[in-house]
């Protein structure tokens, strides 16, 4: 089945505490993001990557990084959790430009 | 001014009525748009997408789109219970790679 897999589905945690939500798909495409959704503010674009190994920052970047060293995968890494990324975040991938974003089950963070 | 606008809602319709919601964008020359569903707590999921300047029908479905204006429409004709979720609508401009803006959603209720 073609999907996109994050994991965890649930974190909590504490401030400052390094984590790293994974994205997973098994549909082969080249474009991956991670966006984050709070409410009144929809979806964010945080990081994007068109290949392996090229990355670029989207819209709120600020606190994340990201690595894509296999075309399936790529994870959000968060350094220095702090309060204000509590959020839902969801990982998407589309296999060109200008095409649909599938997008994963999501990964509700709670950082404390 | 907002890239992507949406009306909160929520929108309330009568089950077997026609559901519009509309999407208004900034950017002139954007190139594709998409219409996607999410039910509460859940990913976004794909319903429609649309290119060109028009209708495009599929099932239920309807997307307009009206460039010159700068709007979207999503029309959803016998509305069901099940159709009750946050609708997305999202615009890729002409710069920045997978850069999909999303509007804030418009929440639809289907009344029984």
């Known amino acids: 089945e073609a999907q996109v897999t994050q994991n965890p589905r649930y974190l909590i945690t504490v401030t400052g505490k390094k984590l790293t939500v994974t994205c997973s798909q098994n549909?082969?495409?080249?474009?991956m993001s991670w966006y984050r959704q709070d409410p009144g503010l929809g979806l964010r674009q945080i990081y994007y990557?068109?290949?392996?190994?090229?990355?670029d920052k989207g819209d709120v970047p600020e606190g994340y990084k990201v690595s894509r060293k296999e075309k399936r995968n790529f994870p959000l890494i968060l350094e220095s959790p702090s309060p204000n990324q509590t959020s839902l975040y969801f990982c998407?991938?589309?296999?060109?430009?200008?095409?649909?974003?599938?997008f994963g089950q999501g990964t509700r963070l709670t950082v404390v | 001014q907002k890239e992507v606008e949406q009306n909160s809602g929520p929108l309330s319709v009568p089950e077997g009525a026609i559901a519009s919601l509309n999407c208004t964008y900034s950017d002139r020359g954007s190139q594709s748009f998409f219409w996607y569903r999410q039910y509460s707590g859940k990913s976004p999921e794909l319903i429609m997408f649309i290119y060109s300047n028009g209708d495009k029908e599929d099932g239920r479905f309807t997307a307009q789109l009206n460039k010159a204006s700068q709007y979207v429409s999503l029309l959803i004709r016998d509305s069901q219970p099940s159709d009750s979720a946050t609708y997305l609508c999202a615009v890729k401009g002409r710069t920045g790679f997978q850069k999909l803006v999303f509007g804030t959603g418009t929440r639809l209720l289907v009344s029984p």
């Open positions: 549909m082969n495409h080249e474009y």
């Open positions: 998407a991938s589309s296999p060109k430009l200008n095409t649909e974003a599938f």
């Open positions: 990557s068109m290949n392996v190994e090229v990355t």
